[in-house]
């Protein structure tokens, strides 16, 4: 499943549950693990997603909601289905009602897409080799997509060739200042 970490502390899990398991809805329960207690603390089921979600990615928003994208809508059990969509879970108020489509998340760069969340109130969303932009104001895609660099070996660098990806420190001497930089490391293997 993908994970956040809400503005308390608590771990919040979203999809990758299996399908044939105990439970009705597979690839779709959101859970929260609450520390403390015998034992360290427990897992507390928080309710299901729309669709599901096996190998999703979840991104803790700057308001403390999280942002849920990609995954499968079922496990890795043939035929295997993108889930494009995107939800908003708040902890207060549970899943929002407002879900939309990423177009970079097709088939081959639906799992664990990279998200980072950028100062000016946007999110990159990365897939396989393509970029695309969430107005989080808005929670509207943003038109256009940007492509990784144009070189005939290129491949993925999101889930399956395991590559990395990480906001730079935002520093007020940059210009404009606190410009993000987006540095996407390793991956991009065999196609």
Not at 43 to 69: E, F, K, N, S
Not at 87 to 112: C, F, N, P, S
């Amino acid at each position: 499943g993908g994970h956040a970490f809400l503005p308390d502390g608590r771990l919040i899990v979203v999809g990758g549950d299996r399908e044939g398991y105990v439970r009705p809805t597979p690839v779709k329960a959101i859970h929260e693990f609450v520390p403390g207690g015998p034992g360290g603390g427990h897992w507390h089921y928080l309710g299901d997603m729309r669709q599901g979600r096996w190998y999703p990615t979840a991104a803790t928003l700057p308001d403390g909601r999280v942002l849920i994208a990609g995954g499968h809508s079922r496990n890795d059990i043939a035929p295997r289905e993108a889930n494009n969509t995107f939800e908003i879970y708040d902890r207060a108020v549970g899943l929002g009602e407002q879900t939309g489509v990423l177009d970079v998340l097709h088939l081959d760069a639906a799992l664990y897409p990279f998200v980072v969340v950028l100062p000016d109130h946007t999110a990159l969303i990365h897939g396989a080799t393509t970029s695309q932009f969430l107005d989080l104001r808005s929670m509207t895609p943003l038109p256009g997509a940007l492509e990784a660099a144009d070189r005939p070996d290129r491949a993925s660098r999101t889930y399956g060739v395991e590559g990395a990806c990480v906001l730079l420190p935002l520093r007020p001497t940059t210009q404009p200042p606190y410009r993000a930089t987006v540095m996407m490391i390793g991956g991009g293997g065999p196609g």
